[in-house]
C-alpha cells in the first residue's frame, strides 16, 4: 500500500526519544505532584519553539498546584486540534529488572513515602507527544491551523488533572479544539500496532459511599438496637440484583461493593457501617437509573429493618467520571491514517472496556468529537514467550509492566503526526 506519510527515518530524534522516555521512566511522580515531569516537559517543548503555559489547572483542593502543561504551536487560519498525554506515575515497587527501573521513593497525599512506578505508561505518553511535537514542527509546511498540546497531571484517582485544567478555562484561555485525541498504551498489544473503539469506549464511573446507621449496643442483646452490620448485608445483597434484575441486559453495567467498614468488637454492635461502591456503565441514563435503584433500597431496606426516616442509610455520591466515547466519523478517519502508517493489518477495532479515563472530560459531553487510541506497546518476543508459557501478560498497572519503548515509538510518533496531518488544514 502507498505510505502517504513519511515512515519514521530520522533515527537520531527516535534514539533521543527513547532516552527521554528511559529518563522519564526513572523518575516518576505521584498524581498531584508532577513538578519535575511538568517542568521537564514545558522545557522540551519551549526549546521546540512551543509557547509554552506551566502550572496550568486549578484542582478542588486548594492547597494543590496544577502541574498541568499548555503547548501551543500557532500556523495560520486553520482548525484547532487538542492532543493530550497524561504524566502521573503510580504508588507501586517497580519489578522488571530494568536498568533504568524506578528507585523512586516520594510522600504521598498522606505524607507516607511510598515507592513510584510509570506502570500505566504515562512516561510513553508524554515521550510521544515530545516526539510529534518536534515532527509537527519540522512538518509546518505542511498544515495549517493551532496545534493545543496538553501535558495532563493527576489522571489516575480523585480531583483530576482534566477536571483542573477545564475549570481554570483551558478552551476559553487558548482555543476551544474542533477535535480532541489522545493515545494509551496498551499492555497486550505489539508496539507497532494501533487499535480503536468507535463509540462508547470506556466507562462512566461514580463513586459512591453508602453510610448504613443503626442504633448500637451489646451484642446480646440486639432486641435493643438496630444492626447496621445486617442491614449492610442485605443491602449488599439487594444491589447485586439492580444489574441482573432491573437494568435493560442490552446495557453494559456493573455495580462492585469494594469497602466494608464497621464494627470493633464482636461483643459491639456498631452504631454505623460504610459501604464503598462503584458504578460502571457507558450511558448517563443508565448511571442515573442505578444511582435511583441503589437510593431505594437502601431507604427501603432500612424502613424494612425499623428505622427511623432520619436514620435511613445515607447514600452520596462522591465522585462521577464520564464514559469515554470514542466519535465514529474521527475513529474512522484516524484508522485510515493509521493503516497508511502502520499498514492495515496492524490497525485493528478493539472492544471497549469498563476502566475510567479522565480524557472523556475534554469532549464536554460530545460537543467536541474526541478520540483515544489504543497504541501497542509491548515487544512482540515479550509477548510470544508469555503466551508460551501460558502465563497472563503483565496488565497496566501492573509491576513488572514492560513498554518496548523503541518500536511503540516509531509507530507511534508517525501515526500520531498522520492523524494531525489529517485533522489540520492542508497548505
Ligand atoms: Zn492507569
Ligand atoms: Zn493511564
Request: aromatic letters at 6%; glycine letters at 8%.
Amino acid at each position: 500500500m502507498q505510505r502517504e506519510y513519511p515512515e519514521f527515518t530520522d533515527a537520531e530524534q527516535l534514539d533521543r526519544l527513547v532516552k527521554i522516555y528511559q529518563a522519564l521512566h526513572a523518575a516518576p511522580e505521584l498524581s498531584h505532584f508532577e513538578e519535575k515531569t511538568g517542568a521537564f516537559m514545558a522545557n522540551n517543548l519551549r526549546a521546540l519553539h512551543y509557547a509554552v503555559s506551566e502550572r496550568f489547572g486549578r484542582y478542588e483542593n486548594p492547597e494543590w498546584t496544577c502541574h498541568g502543561v499548555v503547548a501551543v504551536l500557532k500556523n495560520g487560519d486553520g482548525p484547532t486540534v487538542l492532543y493530550r498525554a497524561d504524566m502521573d506515575a503510580l504508588p507501586l515497587k517497580e519489578q522488571t529488572g530494568l536498568p533504568y527501573a524506578s528507585q523512586v521513593m516520594m510522600p504521598n497525599e498522606d505524607g507516607e513515602i511510598v515507592p513510584v512506578m510509570h506502570a500505566c505508561g504515562h512516561d510513553l505518553h508524554c515521550t510521544l507527544l515530545l516526539g510529534v511535537a518536534e515532527t509537527m514542527q519540522t512538518l509546518r509546511a505542511r498544515w495549517r491551523g493551532t496545534l493545543l498540546l496538553v501535558v495532563q497531571p493527576a489522571e489516575e484517582g480523585t480531583d483530576t488533572g482534566a477536571a483542573a485544567i477545564l475549570r481554570a478555562g483551558l478552551y476559553e484561555e487558548f482555543a476551544r479544539p474542533d477535535h480532541v485525541i489522545a493515545f494509551h498504551g496498551r499492555a497486550d498489544a505489539s508496539a507497532g500496532t494501533m487499535a480503536y473503539v468507535p463509540g462508547y469506549a470506556m466507562a462512566d464511573v461514580t463513586s459512591i459511599r453508602i453510610t448504613v446507621r443503626g442504633v448500637g449496643g451489646h451484642g446480646a442483646a440486639p432486641h435493643l438496637c438496630k444492626d447496621p452490620i445486617v442491614l449492610s448485608a442485605q443491602i449488599i445483597l439487594a444491589l447485586q440484583t439492580i444489574v441482573s434484575r432491573e437494568l435493560n441486559p442490552l446495557e453494559p453495567a456493573v455495580i462492585t461493593v469494594g469497602a466494608i467498614h464497621g464494627g470493633h468488637a464482636r461483643n459491639v454492635i456498631p452504631e454505623e457501617v460504610l459501604l464503598e461502591v462503584t458504578v460502571r456503565c457507558y450511558k448517563q441514563t443508565v448511571r442515573e437509573e442505578m444511582i435511583g435503584a441503589i437510593e431505594r433500597l437502601c431507604a427501603q431496606l432500612g424502613r424494612a429493618a425499623g428505622l427511623a426516616e432520619e436514620r435511613l442509610p445515607r447514600v452520596d455520591v462522591i465522585l462521577s467520571s464520564p464514559a469515554v466515547y470514542n466519535d465514529p466519523e474521527l475513529v474512522r478517519r484516524a484508522a485510515e491514517m493509521f493503516g497508511n502508517v502502520l499498514g492495515p493489518e496492524r490497525v485493528t477495532q478493539a472492544t471497549p472496556v469498563m476502566g475510567s479515563e479522565d480524557f472523556a472530560l475534554y469532549g464536554l459531553n460530545h460537543q467536541i468529537p474526541s478520540a483515544l487510541f489504543w497504541i501497542g506497546a509491548v515487544a512482540p518476543e515479550r509477548i510470544s514467550a508469555y503466551e508460551a508459557s501460558g502465563r497472563v501478560l503483565p496488565q497496566l498497572h501492573a509491576s513488572n509492566y514492560i513498554i518496548d519503548a523503541r518500536n511503540t515509538l516509531r509507530a507511534g510518533v508517525p501515526a500520531a503526526t498522520a492523524l494531525l496531518l489529517e485533522l489540520l488544514g492542508k497548505t
